[in-house]
């Protein structure tokens, strides 16, 4: 007799696929969608559908029928040896903070080859930027489609939002806006920036009348990036919502094609969340549509977005991608980077609710430097001799992993790391460096913010045509 059991899947990006059991009562996954992916996740995962097997000879096949972006990963649906990645928290299990490679497999992305980074310089006629060259945006969903696009002189717009829940972003909330500064720059599109007031009201102890005093706070450190007007709209959530229907109504169909299942796999909600958490994903995804922004697209639902942010976002837009064709729209297209760290270490990533774990723009240079001083971690030895002897690791140092971010010269980036690995190069030294980059990266942005007035504030936030026609 057939003997059943019930067991639940975490996501396996892809499409439908087949699973089997094997030998290490896992389920080894096949994906049938044409991308030859494979990959293994232990049985004891998160609920997102009791599916009932029938033990048999040869092993039971499992076929499952939703579509798997609608899956859970990472997380505590991940193997509880492995790193927790989820959009509200970042843990590595290994000094040296979050293998990537092992993130891409289980997340069902693909890596930024050197071909694809050549692609992207053919296409945009510059060199490719650091944060590129040097690994940090390493993976991507359908970056090719986007490339392709541009050199058939087709539309795209790019997407990227902050959740603002501190007064002043830190140097790991610059990474996306820098890097999305470049973009718009090198390929001349627009661009909108969503800031969640809404999400941080729903998850941060705040009222709604201060998140939105700290979505336009935030919004002067993001126009201070050097962001052009005619090309940037930003919105917050609480505002836009009321201002353009369309962008609701778009929030509503998201709302409708997601189950509460599917929502529990792909973010782990609890009976104890309330429903405004559960709610919340569908209005991260609505700017991904370009009806959302219909002062700038018009009633055009082809114009699919590129989303460049943090891989920890990633789950709002497997949905999003599962959403969109059912919707009639493309499904957006994603850059991921690679977490800017914590003072302390490179397991977790920098938080704004740990102040001492944090650079913020609104710090002195005396505060930089002490922070600096008194908080990085060091991959240098115990002793200045056993460091001159054996050399530092650079893999686990936090000066020269915020080095790597903000350093641009390639050729001195190289001879730090000889000099470090070496012991050329002592611990003081190395921190030496980064306290007067970041001093001196630090100081312009302030300097810049002194020119956003609450004027200038308005005029971005303001829902209006850009200067593209459509």
């Known amino acids: 007799m057939n003997s059943k059991r019930a067991i639940s899947v975490s996501q396996i990006p892809g499409g439908p696929g087949i699973a089997t059991f094997g030998e290490s009562d896992a389920i080894e996954v096949r994906i049938d969608s044409g991308f030859g992916f494979r990959q293994e996740v232990p049985a004891e995962v998160n609920l997102v559908s009791f599916l009932t097997l029938y033990s048999k000879t040869p092993p039971p096949v499992l076929r499952i029928q939703t579509p798997m972006e609608n899956l859970r990963v990472g997380g505590d649906g991940a193997p509880a040896d492995e790193d927790t990645v989820t959009p509200w928290d970042v843990q590595g299990t290994a000094e040296t903070g979050i293998d990537y490679d092992k993130l891409i497999k289980r997340f069902g992305s693909d890596q930024i080859t050197a071909e694809l980074i050549e692609r992207i310089e053919r296409v945009t006629k510059i060199p490719a930027h650091p944060f590129i060259k040097r690994g940090i945006f390493f993976s991507h969903r359908d970056l090719h ?43 001349d599109v627009p661009l909108v920036i969503q800031l969640t007031d809404d999400e941080k009201f729903l998850w941060k102890n705040l009222s709604v009348e201060e998140t939105m005093r700290l979505a336009r706070e935030n919004a002067k450190d993001i126009i201070a990036c050097g962001f052009d007007v005619e090309k940037t709209f930003i919105f917050s959530d609480f505002n836009y919502v009321g201002q353009c229907p369309e962008f609701y109504q778009n929030i509503v169909s998201v709302s409708r094609c997601v189950t509460m299942n599917q929502a529990r796999g792909i973010f782990g909600f609890a009976d104890t969340d309330c429903i405004g958490k559960i709610q919340f994903p569908s209005v991260e995804a609505a700017p991904c549509f370009s009806t959302s922004f219909p002062q700038i697209f018009k009633k055009r639902k082809d114009i699919p977005c590129l989303i460049p942010c943090a891989i920890d976002q990633d789950p709002y837009f497997r949905m999003s991608r599962d959403v969109a064709p059912r919707l009639g729209f493309q499904k957006p297209a994603l850059m991921h980077s690679t977490f800017f760290p914590a003072l302390q270490g490179a397991q977790s990533k920098m938080s704004a609710s740990d102040a001492n774990s944090a650079i913020f723009l609104t710090d002195t240079a005396n505060q930089i430097k002490k922070k ?32 790597k971010f903000f350093l641009n010269d390639d050729d001195r980036l190289a001879e730090i790391k000889a000099d470090y690995t070496s012991g050329k190069m002592l611990t003081g030294e190395l921190k030496a460096v980064l306290i007067a980059e970041l001093q001196k990266l630090v100081s312009e942005i302030q300097k810049k913010r002194t020119e956003v007035t609450d004027a200038v504030v308005d005029e971005f936030m303001r829902p209006r045509p850009l200067k593209f026609k459509y």
């Open 145 to 187: 489609g986007i490339l392709k696009r541009h050199e058939e002189g087709k539309p795209f717009y790019l997407y990227t939002g902050r959740g603002p829940s501190s007064t002043a972003l830190h140097m790991g909330h610059l990474v996306p806006f820098l890097f999305t500064k470049w973009m718009q720059d090198a390929f």
């Open 372 to 403: 600096i001083n008194k908080y990085a971690f060091s991959g240098g030895r115990t002793t200045t001799e056993e460091h001159r002897e054996f050399g530092g690791n650079c893999d686990i140092d936090i000066s020269y992993q915020y080095l």
